[in-house]
């Protein structure tokens, strides 16, 4: 992945990390003997899961091992959808509009990342076979076209900056076989920003997604034609947001709304993240920031909310709630929220660290 980016996706959990570093840690679970294969063609394992959540839970206390689960949004019917061996990192789940596929980064220990897929019950895990060789450093946060025709994500490109800036790290759309490589970003970004977790509308005609710039690290929402035309900023870059999803509702009030969380390499001294929304459709970015609308509070705490991600017809939100204690090990469960904040349920009730959601139809 980026290096800039690891650092600042990784930057709440890891800097909550450093503070409750005093605590005990616990024994790491026995290495699983399930390999990642490269395959070109493939057939799902059972049914779609409709309405099942999907998420990353930390296997052990170093956090260098995690693995994919999934769950029905009262909790029920837990599965382990993937079993990575010893320091490879399965993050950024995200379900094929059809239910049937789960598509996610593997963080290998090289450091590099792929795309792996797995069926939606889980089972042998393929590596999709996107052209990434030297100085190609990897494929991060994927994301599903409408149709589930094509994916979507960010080819992280060599050499690397002594800051960790990346030479680029921009949207690119493939088929999921991996064939018909083409570049989304737009043309001549490079070296000033990167684009990573793009999510599009419902027709296919537009799609949100996270812009970083790389002279101070700061990330904002933006909003572009699937031609890379008609870029518009959404959130202001003060407000470092990050993890961006986009309502597929086709009608009522959450309509092309976006999710995010606030401070996505860590909050401010005093804050805590939270959960907000702001319409795709605003513009100018002044009228953008008068329409932002939390969904948490924080305030300063202890509290921390972060990894928002939309239900399939745009009427609740899962969310990570967690909990970064001096000298206690790091709690994390996955939660599910109204547009407005109110009904929260809890979905994930784990000893170990649960984050980043992603809802499947």
Same mark, same amino acid.
């Given at each position: 992945?980026?290096?800039?980016?690891?650092?600042?996706?990784?930057?709440?959990?890891?800097?909550?990390?450093?503070?409750?570093?005093?605590?005990?840690?616990?024994? &790491?679970? !026995? #290495?699983?003997?399930?390999?990642?294969?490269?395959?070109? $063609?493939?057939?799902?394992?059972?049914?779609?899961?409709?309405?099942?959540?999907?998420?990353?839970?930390?296997? =052990?206390?170093?956090?260098?091992?995690?693995?994919?689960?999934?769950? *029905?949004?009262?909790?029920?019917?837990? *599965?382990?959808?993937?079993?990575?061996?010893?320091?490879?990192?399965?993050?950024?789940?995200?379900?094929?509009?059809?239910?049937?596929?789960?598509?996610?980064?593997?963080?290998?220990? /090289?450091?590099?990342?792929?795309?792996?897929?797995?069926?939606?019950?889980?089972?042998?895990?393929?590596?999709?076979?996107?052209?990434?060789?030297?100085?190609?450093?990897?494929?991060? =946060?994927?994301?599903?076209?409408?149709?589930?025709?094509?994916?979507?994500?960010?080819?992280?490109?060599?050499?690397? &900056?002594?800051?960790?800036?990346?030479?680029?790290?921009?949207?690119?759309?493939? %088929?999921?076989?991996?064939?018909?490589?083409?570049?989304?970003?737009? %043309?001549?970004?490079? #070296?000033?920003?990167?684009?990573?977790?793009?999510?599009?509308?419902?027709?296919?005609?537009?799609?949100?997604?996270?812009?970083?710039? =790389?002279?101070?690290?700061?990330?904002?929402?933006?909003?572009?034609?699937?031609?890379?035309?008609?870029?518009?900023?959404?959130?202001?870059?003060?407000?470092?947001?990050?993890?961006?999803?986009?309502?597929? !509702?086709?009608?009522?009030?959450?309509?092309?709304?976006?999710?995010?969380?606030?401070?996505?390499?860590?909050? #401010?001294?005093?804050?805590?993240?939270?959960?907000?929304?702001?319409?795709?459709?605003?513009?100018?970015?002044?009228?953008?920031?008068?329409?932002?609308?939390?969904?948490?509070?924080?305030?300063?705490?202890?509290?921390? /909310?972060? =990894?928002?991600?939309?239900?399939?017809?745009?009427? %609740?939100? $899962?969310?990570?709630?967690?909990?970064?204690?001096?000298?206690? #090990?790091?709690?994390?469960?996955?939660?599910?929220?109204?547009?407005?904040?109110?009904?929260?349920?809890?979905?994930?009730?784990?000893?170990?660290?649960?984050? %980043?959601?992603?809802?499947?139809?």
């Amino acid at each position: 992945m980026s290096q800039r980016l690891a650092a600042l996706g990784a930057g709440a959990i890891l800097t909550a990390l450093a503070v409750a570093a005093s605590a005990p840690a616990t024994a &790491a679970p !026995a #290495p699983a003997t399930a390999a990642v294969t490269r395959a070109v $063609a493939y057939q799902p394992h059972g049914p779609a899961e409709a309405g099942r959540i999907v998420w990353t839970q930390v296997l =052990n206390s170093q956090f260098t091992r995690a693995r994919l689960v999934s769950a *029905r949004p009262d909790g029920s019917g837990f *599965r382990v959808l993937t079993r990575p061996g010893p320091k490879r990192f399965d993050i950024d789940a995200v379900v094929s509009p059809d239910g049937r596929w789960v598509l996610f980064e593997r963080d290998l220990p /090289s450091g590099r990342s792929v795309l792996g897929m797995v069926g939606a019950g889980g089972g042998r895990v393929h590596v999709v076979p996107v052209r990434c060789t030297d100085p190609c450093a990897g494929l991060d =946060n994927p994301g599903w076209a409408p149709d589930g025709r094509r994916i979507v994500f960010t080819r992280v490109m060599g050499p690397f &900056a002594p800051s960790g800036v990346a030479h680029s790290a921009v949207l690119y759309t493939a %088929r999921p076989d991996g064939s018909g490589l083409r570049r989304l970003s737009q %043309r001549g970004i490079e #070296p000033v920003y990167e684009d990573y977790h793009a999510r599009f509308d419902a027709s296919g005609k537009y799609l949100i997604f996270l812009r970083l710039r =790389n002279r101070d690290g700061k990330t904002a929402v933006f909003r572009m034609r699937c031609d890379g035309s008609q870029i518009r900023q959404l959130t202001p870059w003060r407000l470092a947001a990050d993890v961006p999803d986009l309502s597929l !509702a086709s009608g009522g009030p959450t309509r092309n709304l976006v999710v995010f969380e606030t401070f996505g390499q860590g909050p #401010p001294k005093g804050r805590e993240q939270d959960i907000a929304t702001v319409p795709a459709t605003c513009h100018p970015l002044a009228a953008c920031v008068r329409k932002i609308r939390y969904v948490t509070r924080n305030g300063s705490g202890p509290q921390t /909310s972060f =990894n928002p991600s939309w239900s399939p017809d745009g009427q %609740r939100i $899962a969310f990570t709630q967690a909990l970064f204690a001096s000298g206690k #090990p790091p709690a994390g469960e996955i939660w599910t929220t109204g547009p407005d904040g109110h009904g929260r349920q809890q979905v994930s009730h784990s000893p170990r660290f649960d984050f %980043r959601p992603d809802w499947g139809r």
